[in-house]
């Protein structure tokens, strides 16, 4: 089931939307914190967004960009006439299509359908997990913290990987290295500390001091939470 993630600060046009796409099949969710949309965006890890541009705190071009540092999915403008949008400017800030309110529903619904058979048809959709600040695409191995991209090595993608699956439980050492060796790399207690170190490092210098926390005598614990 395709998910779909709406944000609109107009309640009665969300709902409307939702409703309407529901009803054709799709897992759908609004947009709730204006001024948190990555992190809701992150969380539910959608295939679509519709993004209108008039929005509190910052405007739909500037989601569009934060979105585009960690994610590929489409993106479908919202806007209405009053916003006197450039649909060039759209496309530039990473949009891949642009509804002019008001709208029929039948539109909304052709164009969201069209768009997911054209990114999704003949590629597999992105996998996020998000923990933190930090979000890790699944899909290309990539990490971005505080829109910003973190390159990782192999072991490190693994390891912090691993902790954000299972983000909340204390992952113990063995079943790190346990992973990693099943990947074919050869790790033991001192490379392993090389890694969580080193890692930590690249995490302190995003922005995220603590990330990764130790429980002696039982392992390694990222925290649950956006």
């Given at each position: 089931?395709?998910?779909?993630?709406?944000?609109?600060?107009?309640?009665?046009?969300?709902?409307?939307?939702?409703?309407?796409?529901?009803?054709?099949?799709?897992?759908?969710?609004?947009?709730?914190?204006?001024?948190?949309?990555?992190?809701e965006?992150?969380?539910?890890?959608p295939?679509?967004?519709l993004?209108?541009?008039?929005?509190?705190?910052?405007?739909?071009?500037h989601?569009?960009?934060?979105i585009?540092?960690?994610?590929?999915?489409p993106v479908?403008?919202?806007?209405?006439?009053?916003?006197?949008?450039?649909?060039?400017?759209?496309?530039?800030?990473?949009?891949?299509?642009?509804i002019?309110?008001?709208?029929?529903?039948?539109v909304?619904?052709?164009?969201?359908?069209?768009?997911?058979?054209r990114?999704?048809?003949?590629?597999?959709?992105?996998?996020?997990?998000?923990c933190?600040?930090?979000?890790?695409?699944?899909?290309?191995?990539?990490?971005?913290?505080?829109?910003?991209r973190?390159?990782?090595?192999?072991?490190?993608?693994?390891?912090?990987q691993?902790?954000?699956?299972?983000?909340?439980?204390?992952?113990?050492?063995e079943a790190?290295?346990?992973a990693?060796?099943?990947?074919?790399?050869?790790?033991?207690?001192?490379?392993?500390?090389v890694?969580?170190?080193?890692?930590r490092?690249?995490?302190?210098?995003?922005?995220l001091?603590?990330?990764i926390?130790?429980?002696?005598?039982?392992?390694?614990?990222?925290?649950?939470?956006?």
């Amino acid at each position: 089931m395709y998910r779909i993630f709406i944000v609109e600060d107009d309640p009665v046009i969300a709902g409307a939307m939702g409703r309407h796409l529901e009803g054709w099949g799709y897992q759908v969710k609004c947009a709730e914190r204006f001024d948190g949309v990555l992190a809701e965006f992150a969380a539910f890890d959608p295939h679509l967004v519709l993004l209108d541009i008039s929005l509190p705190f910052f405007n739909g071009y500037h989601w569009c960009a934060e979105i585009r540092r960690v994610s590929k999915a489409p993106v479908i403008f919202v806007s209405s006439a009053s916003d006197n949008v450039d649909v060039v400017t759209a496309m530039q800030m990473g949009g891949d299509d642009l509804i002019a309110k008001p709208f029929d529903l039948s539109v909304l619904s052709a164009k969201v359908g069209a768009m997911l058979r054209r990114a999704y048809d003949f590629s597999a959709a992105a996998r996020l997990i998000s923990c933190g600040g930090a979000v890790l695409n699944v899909s290309d191995g990539t990490l971005t913290a505080a829109g910003r991209r973190v390159e990782l090595t192999k072991n490190e993608y693994k390891i912090l990987q691993l902790l954000m699956e299972r983000r909340g439980q204390i992952v113990s050492r063995e079943a790190i290295m346990t992973a990693l060796w099943e990947s074919d790399s050869f790790v033991d207690e001192n490379t392993l500390s090389v890694n969580v170190n080193r890692l930590r490092k690249k995490l302190a210098a995003a922005g995220l001091t603590d990330f990764i926390r130790t429980r002696k005598g039982a392992g390694y614990l990222v925290e649950d939470g956006l």
